[in-house]
């Protein structure tokens, strides 16, 4: 995630499969990590670039990055689109007006 929202190459690995695929985000048949599925939803993408490796076996790198270079594309995404796919209500939508509520409770926020 932190990869995509600054327009660096990445792929979603996954311990599945063997190599690229793309599996259609809204098919809850495939295994994919609900928070990624989210994500990639949320930002507008029907498909997810994946490869598919197997944890015991070794990382074939040449052809990972061949990939990542071949398939990978950033995302173009808006605001809009998160916001509308946000599975909650809204308690407040910055596209429409400013924020005009009390500050100081999120100045009692520790970090």
Same mark, same amino acid.
């Given at each position: 995630?932190?990869?995509?929202?600054?327009?660096?190459?990445?792929?979603?690995?996954?311990?599945?499969?063997?190599?690229?695929?793309?599996?259609?985000? *809204?098919?809850?048949?495939?295994?994919? @990590? &609900?928070?990624?599925?989210? +994500?990639?939803?949320?930002?507008? $993408?029907?498909?997810? %670039?994946?490869?598919?490796?197997?944890?015991?076996?070794?990382?074939?790198?040449?052809?990972?990055?061949?990939?990542? *270079?071949?398939?990978?594309?950033?995302? @173009? &995404?808006?605001?809009?689109? +998160?916001?509308?796919?946000?599975? $909650?209500?809204?308690? %407040?939508?910055?596209?429409?007006?400013?924020?005009?509520?009390?500050?100081?409770?999120?100045?009692?926020?520790?970090?």
């Amino acid at each position: 995630v932190i990869a995509e929202t600054y327009g660096i190459p990445c792929v979603y690995f996954r311990i599945l499969g063997k190599g690229v695929a793309f599996p259609d985000l *809204d098919d809850d048949s495939e295994r994919l @990590d &609900w928070r990624m599925r989210d +994500f990639y939803k949320g930002v507008g $993408l029907k498909k997810l %670039f994946i490869y598919g490796q197997r944890r015991t076996k070794e990382t074939n790198w040449e052809s990972l990055i061949k990939a990542i *270079d071949h398939h990978w594309s950033p995302i @173009d &995404w808006s605001p809009t689109s +998160f916001l509308e796919t946000f599975p $909650l209500p809204l308690a %407040f939508n910055p596209l429409k007006a400013p924020y005009t509520g009390d500050r100081a409770l999120f100045e009692q926020i520790k970090f």
